[in-house]
Protein backbone atom coordinates (compact mmCIF):
# COMPACT_ATOMS: atom_id res chain seq x y z
CA UNK A 1 0.00 0.00 0.00
CA UNK A 2 2.87 2.17 0.61
CA UNK A 3 4.64 1.68 -2.53
CA UNK A 4 1.19 2.62 -4.30
CA UNK A 5 1.18 5.96 -2.28
CA UNK A 6 4.77 6.65 -2.72
CA UNK A 7 4.21 5.80 -6.73
CA UNK A 8 1.52 7.82 -7.16
CA UNK A 9 3.07 10.99 -5.16
CA UNK A 10 6.20 10.66 -7.83
CA UNK A 11 3.06 10.36 -10.85
CA UNK A 12 1.97 13.72 -9.15
CA UNK A 13 5.23 14.89 -9.16
CA UNK A 14 6.00 14.29 -12.75
CA UNK A 15 2.34 15.56 -14.05
CA UNK A 16 3.55 19.71 -13.95
CA UNK A 17 6.24 19.26 -16.05
CA UNK A 18 5.41 16.65 -18.29
CA UNK A 19 2.21 17.92 -18.97
CA UNK A 20 4.05 21.09 -19.75
CA UNK A 21 6.15 19.69 -22.77
CA UNK A 22 3.30 17.91 -23.98
CA UNK A 23 1.17 20.86 -23.73
CA UNK A 24 4.36 22.72 -25.51
CA UNK A 25 3.86 20.35 -28.47
CA UNK A 26 -0.01 21.00 -28.22
CA UNK A 27 0.23 24.33 -28.87
CA UNK A 28 2.68 24.33 -31.81
CA UNK A 29 0.22 21.90 -33.08
CA UNK A 30 -2.53 24.27 -32.65
CA UNK A 31 -0.17 26.77 -34.02
CA UNK A 32 0.08 24.82 -37.32
CA UNK A 33 -3.74 24.89 -37.61
CA UNK A 34 -4.96 28.23 -37.11
CA UNK A 35 -1.90 29.74 -38.73
CA UNK A 36 -1.89 29.04 -42.02
CA UNK A 37 -4.98 30.45 -43.44
CA UNK A 38 -3.79 33.68 -42.04
CA UNK A 39 -0.29 33.25 -43.39
CA UNK A 40 -1.79 31.84 -47.32
CA UNK A 41 -3.88 34.83 -47.14
CA UNK A 42 -1.44 37.27 -47.63
CA UNK A 43 0.19 35.48 -49.82
CA UNK A 44 -2.63 34.77 -52.30
CA UNK A 45 -2.33 37.56 -54.80
CA UNK A 46 1.84 36.66 -55.30
CA UNK A 47 0.54 32.94 -55.57
CA UNK A 48 -2.42 33.97 -58.49
CA UNK A 49 0.00 35.89 -60.32
CA UNK A 50 2.52 33.36 -60.89
CA UNK A 51 0.10 29.89 -61.10
CA UNK A 52 -2.51 31.69 -62.98
CA UNK A 53 -6.42 30.89 -62.19
CA UNK A 54 -7.82 33.76 -60.80
CA UNK A 55 -11.51 32.66 -61.35
CA UNK A 56 -10.66 29.54 -58.74
CA UNK A 57 -8.90 31.62 -56.26
CA UNK A 58 -11.78 31.32 -53.58
CA UNK A 59 -11.26 27.40 -53.90
CA UNK A 60 -7.87 27.48 -52.19
CA UNK A 61 -9.69 28.56 -49.19
CA UNK A 62 -13.26 26.89 -49.48
CA UNK A 63 -11.10 23.30 -50.21
CA UNK A 64 -9.26 23.55 -46.87
CA UNK A 65 -12.06 25.04 -45.04
CA UNK A 66 -14.65 22.02 -46.46
CA UNK A 67 -12.20 19.45 -45.73
CA UNK A 68 -11.47 20.46 -42.44
CA UNK A 69 -14.81 20.99 -41.62
CA UNK A 70 -15.56 17.42 -42.73
CA UNK A 71 -12.96 15.38 -41.19
CA UNK A 72 -13.27 17.40 -37.48
CA UNK A 73 -15.79 14.97 -36.25
CA UNK A 74 -14.03 11.47 -38.15
CA UNK A 75 -10.91 12.36 -36.36
CA UNK A 76 -12.69 13.04 -32.97
CA UNK A 77 -14.04 8.90 -33.59
CA UNK A 78 -11.15 7.38 -34.73
CA UNK A 79 -9.25 9.12 -31.55
CA UNK A 80 -11.92 7.98 -28.98
CA UNK A 81 -12.01 4.56 -30.76
CA UNK A 82 -7.96 3.58 -31.43
CA UNK A 83 -6.43 6.06 -28.97
CA UNK A 84 -5.75 9.87 -29.10
CA UNK A 85 -1.93 9.79 -29.27
CA UNK A 86 -1.84 7.48 -33.15
CA UNK A 87 -4.78 9.63 -34.58
CA UNK A 88 -3.29 12.98 -33.49
CA UNK A 89 0.11 12.03 -35.01
CA UNK A 90 -1.64 10.62 -38.08
CA UNK A 91 -3.35 14.21 -38.70
CA UNK A 92 0.11 16.19 -37.91
CA UNK A 93 1.71 13.72 -40.80
CA UNK A 94 -1.12 13.96 -43.24
CA UNK A 95 -1.00 18.32 -42.80
CA UNK A 96 2.25 18.05 -43.78
CA UNK A 97 2.56 16.08 -46.46
CA UNK A 98 -0.46 18.36 -47.42
CA UNK A 99 2.23 21.22 -46.73
CA UNK A 100 4.67 19.94 -48.67
CA UNK A 101 2.45 19.25 -51.75
CA UNK A 102 0.98 22.88 -51.86
CA UNK A 103 4.35 24.03 -52.01
CA UNK A 104 5.48 22.28 -55.26
CA UNK A 105 1.99 23.39 -56.94
CA UNK A 106 2.61 23.36 -60.66
CA UNK A 107 -0.67 24.96 -61.22
CA UNK A 108 -3.95 26.20 -59.28
CA UNK A 109 -5.45 22.81 -59.50
CA UNK A 110 -3.34 20.81 -57.86
CA UNK A 111 -3.08 23.56 -55.45
CA UNK A 112 -6.58 23.05 -54.19
CA UNK A 113 -6.39 19.38 -54.59
CA UNK A 114 -3.48 19.85 -51.92
CA UNK A 115 -4.97 22.51 -49.76
CA UNK A 116 -7.62 19.85 -49.35
CA UNK A 117 -5.25 16.96 -48.22
CA UNK A 118 -3.97 19.81 -46.09
CA UNK A 119 -7.38 20.65 -45.08
CA UNK A 120 -7.82 16.45 -43.81
CA UNK A 121 -4.90 16.80 -41.36
CA UNK A 122 -5.67 20.49 -39.75
CA UNK A 123 -9.40 18.97 -38.86
CA UNK A 124 -7.10 16.52 -36.68
CA UNK A 125 -4.77 18.83 -35.37
CA UNK A 126 -7.67 21.02 -33.44
CA UNK A 127 -9.43 18.32 -31.96
CA UNK A 128 -6.59 16.37 -31.26
CA UNK A 129 -5.20 19.45 -29.12
CA UNK A 130 -8.50 19.69 -27.54
CA UNK A 131 -8.87 16.04 -26.86
CA UNK A 132 -5.74 15.23 -25.48
CA UNK A 133 -5.78 18.42 -23.04
CA UNK A 134 -9.19 16.82 -21.78
CA UNK A 135 -7.11 13.60 -21.22
CA UNK A 136 -4.56 15.14 -19.04
CA UNK A 137 -5.83 17.62 -17.30
CA UNK A 138 -8.89 17.40 -15.32
CA UNK A 139 -11.83 20.49 -16.32
CA UNK A 140 -11.12 22.22 -12.46
CA UNK A 141 -7.34 22.27 -13.44
CA UNK A 142 -7.55 23.26 -16.98
CA UNK A 143 -8.99 26.82 -16.16
CA UNK A 144 -4.27 27.44 -15.65
CA UNK A 145 -3.25 27.19 -19.55
CA UNK A 146 -6.60 28.83 -20.98
CA UNK A 147 -4.37 31.99 -20.86
CA UNK A 148 -1.65 29.83 -23.32
CA UNK A 149 -4.29 28.85 -25.90
CA UNK A 150 -5.62 32.30 -26.05
CA UNK A 151 -2.40 33.20 -26.71
CA UNK A 152 -1.58 30.82 -29.39
CA UNK A 153 -4.74 31.96 -31.36
CA UNK A 154 -3.48 35.88 -30.93
CA UNK A 155 -0.26 35.17 -32.02
CA UNK A 156 -1.22 33.34 -34.73
CA UNK A 157 -4.20 35.80 -35.91
CA UNK A 158 -1.34 38.89 -35.46
CA UNK A 159 1.40 37.10 -36.88
CA UNK A 160 0.28 35.48 -39.71
CA UNK A 161 -0.25 38.38 -42.10
CA UNK A 162 2.96 39.37 -41.22
CA UNK A 163 5.22 36.66 -41.35
CA UNK A 164 3.12 35.91 -44.69
CA UNK A 165 3.83 39.15 -46.16
CA UNK A 166 7.44 38.94 -45.00
CA UNK A 167 8.21 35.14 -46.82
CA UNK A 168 6.09 35.81 -49.45
CA UNK A 169 8.56 39.16 -50.04
CA UNK A 170 11.62 37.47 -49.40
CA UNK A 171 11.41 33.96 -49.57
CA UNK A 172 8.67 33.30 -52.28
CA UNK A 173 5.62 32.15 -51.80
CA UNK A 174 5.91 28.14 -51.41
CA UNK A 175 7.58 29.02 -48.20
CA UNK A 176 4.55 30.35 -46.92
CA UNK A 177 3.57 26.59 -47.27
CA UNK A 178 7.21 24.74 -46.07
CA UNK A 179 7.42 26.65 -43.29
CA UNK A 180 4.83 24.22 -41.53
CA UNK A 181 7.58 21.39 -42.37
CA UNK A 182 10.59 22.23 -39.66
CA UNK A 183 7.36 23.41 -36.91
CA UNK A 184 5.38 20.35 -37.54
CA UNK A 185 8.59 18.20 -37.39
CA UNK A 186 9.17 19.58 -33.75
CA UNK A 187 5.62 18.71 -32.67
CA UNK A 188 5.91 14.92 -33.86
CA UNK A 189 8.95 14.75 -31.76
CA UNK A 190 7.78 16.04 -28.63
CA UNK A 191 4.44 14.44 -28.99
CA UNK A 192 6.17 11.14 -30.01
CA UNK A 193 8.74 11.24 -27.17
CA UNK A 194 6.73 13.02 -24.33
CA UNK A 195 2.97 11.79 -24.49
CA UNK A 196 2.03 8.10 -23.30
CA UNK A 197 -1.49 8.02 -23.07
CA UNK A 198 -3.21 4.30 -22.51
CA UNK A 199 -3.81 2.06 -25.37
CA UNK A 200 -7.33 1.07 -26.78
CA UNK A 201 -8.61 -1.12 -29.13
CA UNK A 202 -11.83 -0.81 -30.80
CA UNK A 203 -15.10 -2.93 -30.23
CA UNK A 204 -16.82 -2.13 -32.81
CA UNK A 205 -16.52 -0.62 -36.91
CA UNK A 206 -16.02 2.64 -38.02
CA UNK A 207 -19.36 4.24 -38.65
CA UNK A 208 -18.42 4.64 -42.42
CA UNK A 209 -22.39 5.24 -43.67
CA UNK A 210 -23.24 8.05 -40.70
CA UNK A 211 -19.12 9.52 -41.66
CA UNK A 212 -20.59 10.30 -44.92
CA UNK A 213 -23.27 11.18 -44.78
CA UNK A 214 -22.13 13.34 -42.13
CA UNK A 215 -19.75 14.41 -44.81
CA UNK A 216 -22.38 15.63 -46.96
CA UNK A 217 -24.57 17.82 -44.65
CA UNK A 218 -21.46 19.66 -44.00
CA UNK A 219 -20.43 20.01 -47.21
CA UNK A 220 -23.68 21.04 -48.58
CA UNK A 221 -23.48 23.80 -45.43
CA UNK A 222 -20.29 25.10 -46.03
CA UNK A 223 -20.81 25.41 -49.59
CA UNK A 224 -24.55 27.26 -49.17
CA UNK A 225 -22.52 29.58 -46.93
CA UNK A 226 -19.66 30.20 -49.33
CA UNK A 227 -21.63 30.42 -52.27
CA UNK A 228 -24.43 32.15 -51.16
CA UNK A 229 -24.93 35.75 -52.62
CA UNK A 230 -21.77 35.91 -53.68
CA UNK A 231 -21.17 32.50 -56.68
CA UNK A 232 -24.59 32.40 -56.74
CA UNK A 233 -27.99 34.45 -56.09
CA UNK A 234 -29.48 32.89 -52.77
CA UNK A 235 -32.93 31.64 -54.94
CA UNK A 236 -30.93 30.46 -57.31
CA UNK A 237 -31.11 26.59 -58.13
CA UNK A 238 -27.52 25.35 -57.13
CA UNK A 239 -28.33 26.90 -53.62
CA UNK A 240 -31.46 25.55 -53.36
CA UNK A 241 -29.99 22.11 -54.22
CA UNK A 242 -27.66 22.34 -51.81
CA UNK A 243 -29.91 23.42 -48.93
CA UNK A 244 -31.92 20.75 -49.64
CA UNK A 245 -29.29 18.42 -49.82
CA UNK A 246 -27.99 18.96 -46.66
CA UNK A 247 -31.51 18.87 -44.79
CA UNK A 248 -32.04 15.56 -46.14
CA UNK A 249 -28.49 14.32 -45.60
CA UNK A 250 -28.79 15.58 -41.90
CA UNK A 251 -31.82 13.60 -41.43
CA UNK A 252 -30.70 10.55 -42.23
CA UNK A 253 -27.40 11.40 -40.70
CA UNK A 254 -29.81 11.72 -37.30
CA UNK A 255 -31.50 8.01 -38.06
CA UNK A 256 -27.98 6.18 -39.28
CA UNK A 257 -26.90 7.30 -36.15
CA UNK A 258 -29.26 5.29 -33.52
CA UNK A 259 -28.65 2.62 -35.37
CA UNK A 260 -24.83 2.42 -35.88
CA UNK A 261 -22.96 0.35 -32.89
CA UNK A 262 -20.07 3.50 -32.74
CA UNK A 263 -21.81 6.15 -34.58
CA UNK A 264 -19.57 8.92 -35.30
CA UNK A 265 -21.27 11.03 -33.37
CA UNK A 266 -23.22 10.00 -30.78
CA UNK A 267 -26.26 11.60 -30.16
CA UNK A 268 -26.85 10.58 -26.52
CA UNK A 269 -24.03 13.46 -25.57
CA UNK A 270 -26.49 15.79 -26.59
CA UNK A 271 -29.08 14.81 -23.66
CA UNK A 272 -26.88 16.87 -21.50
CA UNK A 273 -28.20 20.32 -21.63
CA UNK A 274 -24.99 21.93 -21.22
CA UNK A 275 -23.26 20.21 -23.83
CA UNK A 276 -25.92 21.07 -26.36
CA UNK A 277 -26.30 24.49 -25.27
CA UNK A 278 -22.44 24.84 -25.03
CA UNK A 279 -22.55 23.53 -28.64
CA UNK A 280 -24.80 26.46 -29.78
CA UNK A 281 -23.37 29.00 -27.58
CA UNK A 282 -19.85 27.88 -29.59
CA UNK A 283 -21.71 28.60 -32.66
CA UNK A 284 -22.73 31.96 -32.03
CA UNK A 285 -19.03 32.68 -30.30
CA UNK A 286 -17.41 31.43 -33.99
CA UNK A 287 -20.30 33.66 -35.91
CA UNK A 288 -19.29 36.50 -34.32
CA UNK A 289 -15.47 36.43 -33.91
CA UNK A 290 -15.24 35.02 -37.66
CA UNK A 291 -16.92 37.89 -38.99
CA UNK A 292 -15.53 40.81 -36.29
CA UNK A 293 -11.95 39.21 -38.04
CA UNK A 294 -12.57 40.05 -41.37
CA UNK A 295 -14.59 43.16 -41.38
CA UNK A 296 -12.62 44.94 -38.55
CA UNK A 297 -9.45 45.11 -40.73
CA UNK A 298 -11.59 46.24 -43.98
CA UNK A 299 -13.41 48.95 -42.03
CA UNK A 300 -9.70 50.16 -40.69
CA UNK A 301 -8.18 50.19 -43.97
CA UNK A 302 -10.74 51.63 -46.27
CA UNK A 303 -12.60 54.20 -43.92
CA UNK A 304 -9.41 55.06 -41.06
CA UNK A 305 -6.61 54.48 -43.86
CA UNK A 306 -4.62 51.70 -42.30
CA UNK A 307 -2.12 49.82 -43.83
CA UNK A 308 -2.87 46.28 -45.52
CA UNK A 309 0.24 44.63 -44.89
CA UNK A 310 -0.44 45.28 -40.83
CA UNK A 311 -3.70 44.05 -40.78
CA UNK A 312 -3.06 41.12 -37.95
CA UNK A 313 -1.40 44.42 -35.77
CA UNK A 314 -5.55 46.16 -36.26
CA UNK A 315 -6.85 43.47 -33.98
CA UNK A 316 -4.74 43.56 -31.12
CA UNK A 317 -6.72 45.24 -29.08
CA UNK A 318 -9.63 43.13 -29.05
CA UNK A 319 -6.75 39.66 -29.44
CA UNK A 320 -5.34 41.05 -26.27
CA UNK A 321 -8.45 41.66 -24.30
CA UNK A 322 -9.86 37.93 -25.09
CA UNK A 323 -6.03 36.81 -23.98
CA UNK A 324 -5.88 38.33 -20.76
CA UNK A 325 -9.68 37.72 -19.96
CA UNK A 326 -9.37 34.09 -21.28
CA UNK A 327 -6.30 33.40 -18.33
CA UNK A 328 -7.89 35.92 -15.39
CA UNK A 329 -11.39 33.44 -16.35
CA UNK A 330 -9.51 30.15 -16.28
CA UNK A 331 -7.34 31.02 -13.45
CA UNK A 332 -10.82 31.46 -11.19
CA UNK A 333 -12.41 28.57 -12.58
CA UNK A 334 -9.27 26.68 -10.95
CA UNK A 335 -9.76 28.24 -7.48
CA UNK A 336 -13.26 28.04 -7.17
CA UNK A 337 -14.65 25.54 -9.49
CA UNK A 338 -17.45 28.30 -10.71
CA UNK A 339 -18.04 28.81 -14.44
CA UNK A 340 -21.68 29.59 -14.44
CA UNK A 341 -21.21 33.29 -14.52
CA UNK A 342 -18.59 33.63 -17.76
CA UNK A 343 -20.53 32.70 -20.50
CA UNK A 344 -23.67 35.26 -19.06
CA UNK A 345 -20.66 38.06 -18.54
CA UNK A 346 -19.44 37.27 -21.70
CA UNK A 347 -22.30 37.10 -23.73
CA UNK A 348 -23.66 40.74 -22.37
CA UNK A 349 -19.91 42.07 -23.13
CA UNK A 350 -20.15 40.46 -27.10
CA UNK A 351 -23.75 42.19 -27.26
CA UNK A 352 -22.34 45.65 -26.11
CA UNK A 353 -18.63 44.95 -27.91
CA UNK A 354 -20.82 44.46 -31.75
CA UNK A 355 -23.34 46.56 -30.97
CA UNK A 356 -20.23 49.77 -30.23
CA UNK A 357 -18.68 48.37 -33.43
CA UNK A 358 -21.81 49.11 -35.24
CA UNK A 359 -21.92 52.88 -34.21
CA UNK A 360 -18.63 53.39 -36.03
CA UNK A 361 -18.75 55.78 -38.82
CA UNK A 362 -16.21 58.10 -41.46
CA UNK A 363 -15.46 60.43 -38.07
CA UNK A 364 -14.27 57.34 -35.85
CA UNK A 365 -10.76 56.95 -34.32
CA UNK A 366 -8.29 54.56 -34.32
CA UNK A 367 -8.24 55.02 -30.56
CA UNK A 368 -11.83 54.54 -30.49
CA UNK A 369 -12.37 52.15 -32.43
CA UNK A 370 -9.80 49.98 -30.68
CA UNK A 371 -11.70 50.39 -27.21
CA UNK A 372 -15.03 48.53 -28.91
CA UNK A 373 -12.73 46.13 -30.17
CA UNK A 374 -11.54 45.80 -26.33
CA UNK A 375 -14.65 45.22 -24.93
CA UNK A 376 -15.91 42.83 -27.54
CA UNK A 377 -12.35 40.68 -27.19
CA UNK A 378 -13.59 40.07 -23.29
CA UNK A 379 -16.67 38.94 -24.10
CA UNK A 380 -15.05 36.71 -26.77
CA UNK A 381 -12.23 35.87 -23.63
CA UNK A 382 -14.97 34.48 -21.14
CA UNK A 383 -16.65 32.52 -23.67
CA UNK A 384 -13.82 31.09 -25.99
CA UNK A 385 -12.02 28.58 -24.08
CA UNK A 386 -14.73 27.92 -21.46
CA UNK A 387 -17.50 26.64 -23.69
CA UNK A 388 -14.99 23.94 -24.81
CA UNK A 389 -14.40 23.58 -20.93
CA UNK A 390 -17.95 23.10 -19.69
CA UNK A 391 -18.51 20.54 -23.40
CA UNK A 392 -16.11 18.18 -22.20
CA UNK A 393 -16.83 17.85 -18.66
CA UNK A 394 -20.34 17.38 -19.61
CA UNK A 395 -19.87 13.88 -21.10
CA UNK A 396 -17.87 10.66 -20.39
CA UNK A 397 -14.28 10.23 -21.05
CA UNK A 398 -14.85 7.36 -23.42
CA UNK A 399 -16.44 10.24 -25.79
CA UNK A 400 -14.04 13.39 -24.89
CA UNK A 401 -12.69 12.81 -28.74
CA UNK A 402 -16.19 13.24 -30.39
CA UNK A 403 -17.40 15.98 -27.33
CA UNK A 404 -14.17 17.95 -28.68
CA UNK A 405 -14.73 17.71 -32.10
CA UNK A 406 -18.29 18.48 -32.19
CA UNK A 407 -17.68 21.91 -30.19
CA UNK A 408 -15.20 22.48 -32.60
CA UNK A 409 -17.44 22.01 -35.43
CA UNK A 410 -20.31 23.95 -33.94
CA UNK A 411 -17.55 26.84 -33.87
CA UNK A 412 -16.41 26.27 -37.17
CA UNK A 413 -19.87 26.21 -38.64
CA UNK A 414 -20.60 29.79 -36.94
CA UNK A 415 -17.95 31.11 -38.37
CA UNK A 416 -18.94 30.30 -42.02
CA UNK A 417 -22.21 31.38 -40.91
CA UNK A 418 -21.08 34.20 -39.68
CA UNK A 419 -18.82 35.38 -42.94
CA UNK A 420 -21.96 34.24 -45.42
CA UNK A 421 -24.95 36.23 -43.83
CA UNK A 422 -22.55 39.50 -42.24
CA UNK A 423 -20.42 38.96 -46.02
CA UNK A 424 -24.33 39.24 -47.65
CA UNK A 425 -25.92 42.36 -45.81
CA UNK A 426 -22.12 44.09 -45.74
CA UNK A 427 -22.01 44.06 -49.63
CA UNK A 428 -25.66 44.98 -50.03
CA UNK A 429 -25.11 47.67 -47.81
CA UNK A 430 -22.10 48.87 -49.88
CA UNK A 431 -23.81 49.16 -52.74
CA UNK A 432 -26.99 50.49 -51.98
CA UNK A 433 -24.94 53.53 -50.52
CA UNK A 434 -22.69 53.78 -53.54
CA UNK A 435 -25.79 53.68 -56.12
CA UNK A 436 -27.34 56.50 -53.83
CA UNK A 437 -24.18 58.83 -53.55
CA UNK A 438 -22.73 57.94 -57.21
CA UNK A 439 -25.38 55.87 -59.42
CA UNK A 440 -25.11 52.60 -60.40
CA UNK A 441 -22.74 52.87 -63.00
CA UNK A 442 -20.23 54.47 -60.74
CA UNK A 443 -20.37 52.55 -58.10
CA UNK A 444 -20.20 49.15 -60.02
CA UNK A 445 -17.02 50.65 -61.37
CA UNK A 446 -15.62 51.61 -57.79
CA UNK A 447 -16.93 48.16 -55.98
CA UNK A 448 -15.20 46.01 -58.87
CA UNK A 449 -11.81 45.77 -57.05
CA UNK A 450 -11.40 45.77 -53.23
CA UNK A 451 -9.73 49.46 -52.35
CA UNK A 452 -7.02 49.29 -49.85
CA UNK A 453 -6.12 52.56 -48.52
CA UNK A 454 -3.43 52.83 -51.15
CA UNK A 455 -5.93 52.73 -53.74
CA UNK A 456 -8.53 54.97 -52.34
CA UNK A 457 -6.03 57.58 -52.05
CA UNK A 458 -5.84 57.67 -55.99
CA UNK A 459 -9.23 58.28 -56.82
CA UNK A 460 -11.22 61.12 -57.18
CA UNK A 461 -12.65 62.90 -53.72
CA UNK A 462 -16.02 62.30 -53.98
CA UNK A 463 -15.93 58.59 -55.16
CA UNK A 464 -13.29 58.27 -52.51
CA UNK A 465 -16.24 59.77 -49.43
CA UNK A 466 -18.45 58.06 -51.34
CA UNK A 467 -17.01 54.78 -50.47
CA UNK A 468 -15.77 55.24 -47.26
CA UNK A 469 -19.38 55.83 -46.10
CA UNK A 470 -20.65 52.66 -47.90
CA UNK A 471 -17.70 50.52 -46.00
CA UNK A 472 -19.15 52.57 -42.57
CA UNK A 473 -22.52 51.58 -43.71
CA UNK A 474 -21.37 47.91 -44.39
CA UNK A 475 -20.25 47.45 -41.69
CA UNK A 476 -22.88 48.95 -39.50
CA UNK A 477 -25.19 46.90 -40.83
CA UNK A 478 -22.52 43.48 -40.58
CA UNK A 479 -22.21 44.45 -36.49
CA UNK A 480 -26.04 45.09 -36.06
CA UNK A 481 -26.46 41.50 -37.45
CA UNK A 482 -23.66 40.31 -34.95
CA UNK A 483 -25.09 42.00 -32.07
CA UNK A 484 -28.54 40.69 -32.30
CA UNK A 485 -26.76 37.24 -32.96
CA UNK A 486 -25.38 37.51 -29.27
CA UNK A 487 -28.21 38.51 -27.50
CA UNK A 488 -29.75 34.83 -28.41
CA UNK A 489 -25.51 33.46 -26.78
CA UNK A 490 -26.88 35.71 -23.80
CA UNK A 491 -30.08 34.54 -23.27
CA UNK A 492 -28.68 30.32 -23.41
CA UNK A 493 -26.18 31.16 -21.25
CA UNK A 494 -28.73 31.59 -18.13
CA UNK A 495 -29.92 28.10 -18.60
CA UNK A 496 -26.36 26.71 -18.53
CA UNK A 497 -26.31 24.27 -14.86
CA UNK A 498 -23.27 24.71 -12.61
CA UNK A 499 -22.32 20.94 -12.59
CA UNK A 500 -18.70 20.32 -10.44
CA UNK A 501 -15.82 20.31 -12.51
CA UNK A 502 -13.80 16.97 -12.70
CA UNK A 503 -10.95 16.63 -10.44
CA UNK A 504 -10.97 19.15 -8.01
CA UNK A 505 -7.82 19.03 -6.75
CA UNK A 506 -6.27 18.38 -2.99
CA UNK A 507 -9.48 19.49 -1.19
CA UNK A 508 -10.67 15.92 -2.68
CA UNK A 509 -7.83 14.40 -2.65
CA UNK A 510 -9.02 11.37 -1.45
CA UNK A 511 -11.95 11.17 -3.26
CA UNK A 512 -12.90 10.05 -6.93
CA UNK A 513 -12.02 13.21 -8.12
CA UNK A 514 -8.81 12.96 -6.97
CA UNK A 515 -7.80 9.70 -8.45
CA UNK A 516 -9.27 10.83 -11.60
CA UNK A 517 -6.99 13.70 -11.60
CA UNK A 518 -4.16 11.47 -10.80
CA UNK A 519 -4.68 9.08 -13.81
CA UNK A 520 -3.21 11.61 -16.49
CA UNK A 521 -0.34 11.95 -14.56
CA UNK A 522 -0.05 8.74 -14.07
CA UNK A 523 0.26 7.44 -17.67
CA UNK A 524 2.73 9.99 -18.26
CA UNK A 525 4.90 9.02 -15.77
CA UNK A 526 4.85 5.48 -17.42
Given at each position: ??????????????????????L????????????????????????????????????????Y??????????????G???????S?????????????????????G??????????????????????????????????KY???M??????????G??????????M?????F????????????????????????????????G?????V????????????????????????????A?????????????????????L????????????????????????G????????????GA?????????????????V??????????S????????????A???????L?????????R?????Y???L????????????????????????????????????????F???????L?????T?????????????????????????????????????????????????????????????????????????G????G????????????????
Open positions: MSDAVKQAAQAEEVKPRSVRVVMALMIAMLLAMLDNMIIGTAMPTIVGELGGLEHLSWVVTATLATAASTPIWGKVDMYGRKGFLTSIVIFLIGSALSGMAQDMQLIGFRAIQGLGAGGLMVGVMAIIGDLIPPRERGQGMAGVMALAMIGPLVGGTITDHGWRWSYINLPLGAVALAMVSAVLHLPKKKAQGKIDYLAALLTAITSTVLVTTWGGTEYSWGSGEIIGLIVGVLAIAAFLWAETKAAEPVMPHIFRSRNFTLMSVIGFLVGFAMFGVLYLPLFQQAVQSATNSGLLLLPMLLSMMVSLVAGRITTTGKYKVFPIVGGLMIVGLFLATMDTGTTLVSGLMAVGAGLGFLMQITMLVAQNSVDMKDMGVASSSATLFRTLGGSGVALMGSFTSRVDTMSERLGPQAARAAGSAQLDAASLAKLPEAVRDAYQHAVAAGTHSAFLLGAAIAVLGFALAWFVKEVPLRGAPAQAGANAKAAASPADSLAH
